[in-house]
């Protein structure tokens, strides 16, 4: 089962910050929080990822609370290529075995 | 070529044929992986490669699934005697020694068994 618990569905409008919301209250230490998007007929995209200090690439931010029980993703100007499924999953770095749940689809809106 | 390939694209198979799915990682990618994607439904781990060892095939759903890798590079998922179950999209991603936490999936082949 997957470890994280995230919104079903979300809309954003075009040109505004999307922030994407996941719990992880069973993170364990050496955990760490990952995101993959899938855009409509396409394999996953990785994103970003994080283990405790927040995290910022050309693609997105990513904020990690204190705790480590939740993050947000933020995709700090949405476009409508941004609406896909985004994927928030926690587990050991480098390992293979991504335990994917429903995801959040986001959908930017014109 | 510039990412993961997997071919065909599209199959559809009458149930009880075998088919093969083919996957060519990313030059040098030493893993890869095997998912599969049901209908409106999150990606099930199936099989994982380092190399061309298997360590780590707890994700296959029965003995009628099998997957080899050869020469560390192209891989081949091969399911047996079809069921409509089976029916699904079928992943492949594959990543480096040196960047293991970025996996670079493939566009999948989507799978109808009718």
């Known amino acids: 089962d997957a470890k994280t618990t995230q919104p079903t569905s979300m809309d954003c409008a075009e040109g505004r910050a999307a922030n994407l919301p996941c719990n992880h209250s069973?993170?364990?230490?050496?955990?760490?929080v990952y995101w993959y998007r899938q855009i409509h007929s396409q394999g996953p995209q990785y994103i970003i990822h994080g283990l405790k200090n927040n995290e910022t690439n050309e693609m997105a931010s990513l904020i990690i609370t204190e705790d480590r029980k939740s993050s947000t993703l933020i995709l700090p100007h949405a476009t409508l290529r941004d609406t896909a499924v985004y994927y928030c999953i926690v587990s050991d770095s480098g390992t293979y075995k991504y335990i994917f749940g429903t995801g959040t689809r986001l959908k930017v809106l014109a | 070529g510039a990412g993961v390939s997997q071919s065909p694209s599209n199959k559809v198979t009458e149930k009880g044929k075998d088919v093969e799915l083919r996957c060519d990682p990313i030059?040098?990618?030493?893993?890869l992986y095997w998912y599969r994607q049901s209908l409106g439904q999150g990606l099930e781990f199936l099989i994982y490669?380092?190399?061309?060892?298997?360590?780590?095939k707890s994700g296959l759903p029965s003995d009628r699934f099998s997957a080899e890798r050869t020469g560390g590079s192209v891989s081949t998922l091969t399911i047996q005697r079809t069921q409509q179950e089976d029916s699904a999209v079928y992943l492949c991603a594959s990543s480096s020694y040196i960047r293991t936490d970025e996996a670079f999936f493939g566009q999948g082949t989507r799978l109808t068994v009718v």
């Open positions: 030059s040098g990618h030493t893993a």
């Open positions: 490669f380092q190399g061309n060892s298997a360590p780590d």
């Open positions: 069973t993170i364990s230490g050496n955990e760490y």
